[in-house]
């Protein structure tokens, strides 16, 4: 499966685009790539901040044929989440339900899910954001970026092709998918 590329430099929120994608064309599947947004969103409605060369990508999918629960795939788009990060980063990487990925207990990673229904056909969108090169300052949260753990500087470019391949990979087995080899089916 390939995902359908739309690239921008700068978008309210990739997610917000991507369901606009859904609504108003024949895309069943596609990865959103903004170089900047500027009301990126976080989860229960907080405000994602967007520093110009981390990663804002939202991936979306039909989801009709999948047996897993809203829950069940959150824990899942974590973990491939975590298996990009992997190929930058080989200390260890922590899932912080529902939705955060941290390194030495600081954010590096926070993941946005939404469902919609178009027509009888239902998509999830995955928004994924990551702290690339730059952390944002936040009041009582640690956070970290890949730049200063590693000293590399990974372009949006190089991470959004890798999550690109990790999804092309997985979506086709998403509907025969068990919970339960989720950690074996993966690596």
Known sequence: ?????????????????????????NNKSGIVIAEKQINGRGQYGKRWTSFK????VSIFFQVNKVQLSLKDLTKVNCILVK????????????????????????KISGIL????SKSDKKF????????????????????????????VKIT???????????YEFFIPILPEFNIKNLDRKLK
């Open 156 to 166: 949006p470019k190089n991470a959004s092709l890798k999550i690109k391949k990790i």
């Open 113 to 116: 899910q939404e469902i919609i």
């Open 124 to 151: 999830i969108i995955v928004g994924i954001g990551i702290n690339l090169i730059k952390s944002p300052i936040i009041k009582n949260y640690f956070t970290t970026n890949l730049y200063d753990l590693t000293g």
């Open 53 to 56: 060369g981390n990663l804002f």
């Open 1 to 25: 499966m390939k995902l359908k590329k739309f690239n921008f430099k700068i978008v309210n929120s990739t997610n917000d685009l991507a369901i606009q994608i859904i609504k108003n064309t």
């Open 83 to 106: 298996k990009l990060l992997s190929n930058f980063y080989k200390g260890k990487i922590i899932i912080k339900n529902p939705n955060d990925l941290l390194i030495n207990n600081m």
